[in-house]
Nanobody
Framework: VQLQASGGGLVQTGDSLRLSCTAS????????LAWFRQVPGKERDFVGA????????SYADSVKGRFTISRDNTKSTVYLQMNSLKREDTAVYYC???????????????????WGQGTQVTVSS
């Protein structure tokens, strides 16, 4: 599946932002989806994941309670609602898809086979 992320931008501390990731293809609902983020010189880190139907989610501790991942299978789109943004949330955000036939929501980069191009989120104080 081909993924295209959008919605990044420059915001201030405490602001909200919603990222979107739209997929091509007719099998969007077959994929578990996730968001990762990366800052220069560091590894790509897990942010959150959502199950095929959207009923189950998982989050990194650093974003739990502030970020919400959701999906709309009718629009082949996954979202990341980010509230109460902090400077340390500044990163390039990537969406990713997992084709495996398991209910487990993986958190590792190597568990995801398809990636979007990334969208920059910058949080200034």
């Amino acid at each position: 599946v081909q993924l295209q992320a959008s919605g990044g931008g420059l915001v201030q501390t405490g602001d909200s932002l919603r990222l979107s990731c739209t997929a091509s293809g007719r099998t969007f609902s077959h994929y578990k989806l996730a968001w990762f983020r990366q800052v220069p010189g560091k590894e790509r880190d897990f942010v959150g994941a959502v199950s095929r139907r959207g009923g189950t989610t998982s989050y990194a501790d650093s974003v739990k309670g502030r970020f919400t991942i959701s999906r709309d299978n009718t629009k082949s789109t996954v979202y990341l609602q980010m509230n109460s943004l902090k400077r340390e949330d500044t990163a390039v955000y990537y969406c990713a898809a997992d084709r495996t036939n398991t209910v487990y929501l993986f958190t590792g980069v190597n568990d995801y086979t398809d990636w979007g191009q990334g969208t920059q989120v910058t949080v200034s104080s």
